[in-house]
């Protein structure tokens, strides 16, 4: 494998996009920590802090795919969240639009007249969330936060916020799409997964704090670390495992004329993933469950704040954030995954799957091995999403520690990741060099 990381460089191109990420990596960071003109950045931290900013819910899902940017109060604090939600609205609705969908269809020009539609969404979402937040933090005490956030309040500062806001998140936007042109891997989500590693010093910092004797006694010993390292391996393991998991599914091509000349038909495979949602229910699923806690802050009744308190670590949360896990892994299948349009494409070409007659039959196999794949997937995605949130309230584990153990953080690192080695591993065997993957190697390159 090290051997593989020095071919990398070896090569001109590849060297060049390696070295082009990481350069707009770092203009990434730089976002990240750009502060919003006419704020006080430190009692914005406070306040988000003592609202359970840093133990989950909707603010800990905003600040960890900013990258730190919403503690920060930065014109990066949106991040790239406006462009994804942009992006599956529109994912949504090419389902139920036949004008999309008939775009969806038309080959690299209907996917174009698409992104054109989502940047055009991503400026709409960024200005609504950025005058909702200017006018947030210039509400002061009415949404609980301190009178000195905004030191000159007016319509000027809700202006001016709102265009850094829909600026720095239009500059990322941007970045992630040259990332994807000229670097290596998928831009957006590397953007995502950076914002997401660049709290890792931080877990580190705390593990350590925790390692480190208070009055001769340390929270957490070194046979309670060894059991935290093999946990996070194995958990590791498992998602790799499950992120690549697929059932191929056989098809038979028959031989057909192609002009004068006969097609040979043969066999091929399907494929279909086990976890075919990817992370989405798990955010969905955090972004409606964070709502609530929110709501119940803001009600005069010291009950009502108690429970808001603690709800985001009860048992009663985890148990409806599986249960929507579970419904939303069935809603973006439902919404994503057409085995009536798969069966048709398959009849259209001549293919077949052995013992399924072609057309609605197909269709119908295709649903109900789907829907079992899918229920496999859930219930791991349920699994990976709560262990954070079974740390914290019951091992006592920190929260920024806790996340690095499953739940988002690490299903989308592991994916990004995965991505990412594909990537590499097929610039290095274009060129007759040996893969990070033994089955990758060429063994008579050379």
């Known amino acids: 494998m090290l051997s593989a990381f020095v071919n990398t460089f070896k090569i001109v191109e590849l060297r060049q996009r390696i070295l082009f990420t990481f350069g707009l990596i770092f203009i990434c960071r730089l976002i990240a920590a750009v502060p919003l003109p006419g704020v006080n ?5 406070d306040f988000i802090t003592a609202q359970g900013g840093a133990e989950g819910g909707l603010f800990g899902i905003m600040n960890l795919f900013s990258g730190g940017a919403l503690l920060q109060c930065s014109i990066g604090t949106l ?40 940047r055009y969404l991503t400026v709409i979402i960024c200005a609504v969330q950025g005058a909702a937040m200017a006018i947030a933090l210039q509400g002061g005490g009415y949404f609980g936060l301190p009178a000195s956030v905004v030191r000159i309040p007016g319509v000027g500062f809700v202006l001016l916020t709102m265009m850094a806001l829909v600026a720095g998140s239009l500059l990322l936007m941007w970045i992630g799409e040259q990332m994807t042109d000229r670097g290596i891997g998928n831009g957006i989500s590397i953007i995502i997964t950076v914002n997401i590693v660049s709290s890792m ?33 194995f ?52 972004a409606i469950l ?26 009663w949360y985890m148990f409806f954030f599986g249960v929507m896990i579970l419904f939303f892994s069935y809603f ?18 001549g293919g077949y799957v052995p013992g399924i007659r072609p057309g609605t039959p197909t269709a119908e196999f295709l649903d109900r091995t789907m829907t079992r794949l899918t229920l496999a ?43 990412t080695m594909r990537q590499i591993e097929s610039h ?8 990070f993957l033994k089955k990758g190697k060429i063994k008579s390159g050379r």
């Not at 950045?41 to 931290?45: E, K, N, Q, S």
């Not at 290095?428 to 893969?435: E, N, P, Q, S």
């Open 428 to 435: 290095l065997l274009m060129r007759h060099y040996d893969g």
């Open 41 to 45: 950045a430190v009692a914005i931290r």
């Open 235 to 286: 958990v590791t393991l498992g998602v790799v495992a499950m992120t690549q998991a697929q059932q191929k599914i056989p098809v038979q091509f028959a031989k057909r004329m192609v002009g004068r000349k006969m097609m040979q038909g043969g066999t091929s495979h399907l494929p279909l993933r086990v976890n075919y949602s990817g992370v989405m229910p798990i955010i969905f699923a955090s």
């Open 332 to 349: 973006w299948v439902a919404t994503q995954f057409n085995p009536i349009q798969i069966a048709d494409d398959l009849k259209r070409r």
């Open 290 to 315: 964070g709502i609530f806690p929110m709501i119940g802050s803001k009600i005069p009744w010291q009950a009502a704040r108690e429970w808001a308190n603690t709800f985001p670590m009860s048992f």
């Open 377 to 419: 997937g859930a219930v791991f995605l349920t699994a990976i999403a709560v262990m954070p949130s079974i740390m914290t309230s019951q091992f006592q584990i920190p929260w920024i520690v806790a996340s690095f153990f499953g739940g988002t953080s690490l299903l989308i690192i592991v994916g990004v990741m995965l991505d």
């Open 201 to 233: 010093p931080m877990a580190v910092k705390t593990l350590i704090d925790k390692l480190s004797p208070v009055d001769g006694v340390a929270e957490i010993g070194v046979f309670h670390l060894a059991l935290l390292i093999a946990l996070i391996f």
């Open 79 to 118: 991040g790239i969240m406006p462009y994804i939600s942009a992006s599956i609205i529109l994912q949504l609705m090419t389902a139920v639009i036949p004008h999309l969908e008939k775009l969806a269809r038309e080959g690299d020009v209907g996917r174009q007249k698409i992104t054109q539609y989502t």
